[in-house]
Each structure stands twice: as structure tokens, then as C-alpha cells.
T-cell receptor, first 113, second 111 residues
């Protein structure tokens, strides 16, 4: 998992609740990313950040929010506005630019009850 | 629009045989390509990459081939082992946007 940690591994939430997924990296990478993966599907980009205190929306940002207050941390909040939040969430980081090779964490499986 | 895709969603091979996983891309400006392996319930793992100034690159038991003329990328795995069973994704770099990932091919190794 290359120095990228995600917690928790499994997360359950009730419908209508916000939940925050943690992502930490000790690789000194500038760029970090959040992806969503549904069963049998590829990766869809939610948000990414190339530098502290800056981030950009990906392809499916609606219903999600992020912050990048520290270089090593990029938490993702799944809000109640996300209509279908049950999925596998993957965090990744890369050395500098968003075009560099990305290294992934182990993922968090979120289930909405 | 630009896209990265795969020809086959599933591939079954006998243990010991060679595997070939294919990927097509449509952005002729893409200059960097990566293959990832994802085992069930885990995050994708980097396997090998190639830049557009090359047409072949070899790693340990893996080879990536790039054909820019037909915008085709392939991953060859030699002497496929049960531990190679996973979903394989290709990804491309085009301009200043983050990597674009294909949908993935599931490789099943038959013992």
C-alpha cells in the first residue's frame, strides 16, 4: 500500500448522515486523489488536490466534499446529498503533478443502511 | 470524447500459459500509460508503465507493448500463476488532467 493509509476499512452509516473517510500518506507526495469504485466497475474521480489548501472537482464531485489543510492528509466527507453512497472508496497520491503515477491506499468500503 | 477502454472484460487462462490483456485509447496526445493490478477488496497496485517514446518495456514476467499507430496498449504476463488472478486496469495521461482509467479486465487463472 506504499505508505498510504485509509481508515476505517469498513464503514456503515445510516441514510441521511454525513461521514468522513480518512486518507493519510507519508510519502511526501504533493498530489492526492479520491476515487469511487462500484462493483465490477472502473475508477471514477471524485476530487483531487495538487497542493495544500487547493483542490479540484473530478467527474463525480456532487454530494462529496474534501479539505487539504496538511500535505499528508486529504479527508473525504460523503454528505447526505450523495444519493447512492454505498461503494468502495480509494485514495491515491502522486509525487507532484496530477499526471504522475498514482499510488493507492487499501480502500474503505462504505455501506449505507 | 476521449476514453480509455478494454477489448475484453474477462480472460481465463491455464496456469503456466501466457496472458495478454488489451487496452485501446483514443487520445493521440496521451504520452504516458500505466498498468495496475487490483486484487479483490484491495487498492490497485502499480505494475509497469511506458512513455510514448517507447514501444516496449519489460519487467519481471510482464511486458507492456504500445502501438501508437492504432492507439493500442497491451500487457503480457508470462507463465501466468494463480496469484496473477485479479482485475487489470490501464490508465493514460493526457495533458494536465489526472490519469484516465479504463474499466478493467478480470484475469482468472485455471489451475
Amino acid at each position: 500500500d506504499g505508505g498510504i493509509t485509509q481508515s476505517p476499512k469498513y464503514l456503515f452509516r445510516k441514510e441521511g448522515q454525513n461521514v468522513t473517510l480518512s486518507c493519510e500518506q507519508n510519502l511526501n507526495h504533493d498530489a492526492m486523489y479520491w476515487y469511487r469504485q462500484d462493483p465490477g466497475q472502473g475508477l471514477r474521480l471524485i476530487y483531487y488536490s495538487q497542493i495544500v489548501n487547493d483542490f479540484q472537482k473530478g467527474d463525480i464531485a456532487e454530494g462529496y466534499s474534501v479539505s487539504r489543510e496538511k500535505k499528508e492528509s486529504f479527508p473525504l466527507t460523503v454528505t447526505s446529498a450523495q444519493k447512492n453512497p454505498t461503494a468502495f472508496y480509494l485514495c491515491a497520491s502522486s509525487i507532484a503533478r496530477s499526471t504522475d503515477t498514482q499510488y493507492f491506499g487499501p480502500g474503505t468500503r462504505l455501506t449505507v443502511l | 470524447g476521449e476514453s480509455v477502454g478494454l477489448h475484453l472484460p474477462t480472460l481465463s487462462v491455464q496456469e503456466g500459459d501466457n496472458s495478454i490483456i488489451n487496452c485501446a485509447y483514443s487520445n493521440s496526445a496521451s504520452d504516458y500509460f500505466i498498468w495496475y493490478k487490483q486484487e479483490s477488496g484491495k487498492g490497485p497496485q502499480f505494475i509497469i508503465d511506458i512513455r510514448s517514446n517507447m514501444d516496449k518495456r519489460q519487467g519481471q514476467r510482464v511486458t507492456v507493448l504500445l502501438n501508437k499507430t492504432v492507439k493500442h496498449l497491451s500487457l503480457q504476463i508470462a507463465a501466468t500463476q494463480p496469484g496473477d488472478s485479479a482485475v487489470y486496469f490501464c490508465a493514460e495521461n493526457s495533458g494536465n488532467t489526472p490519469l484516465v482509467f479504463g474499466k478493467g479486465t478480470r484475469l482468472s487463472v485455471i489451475a
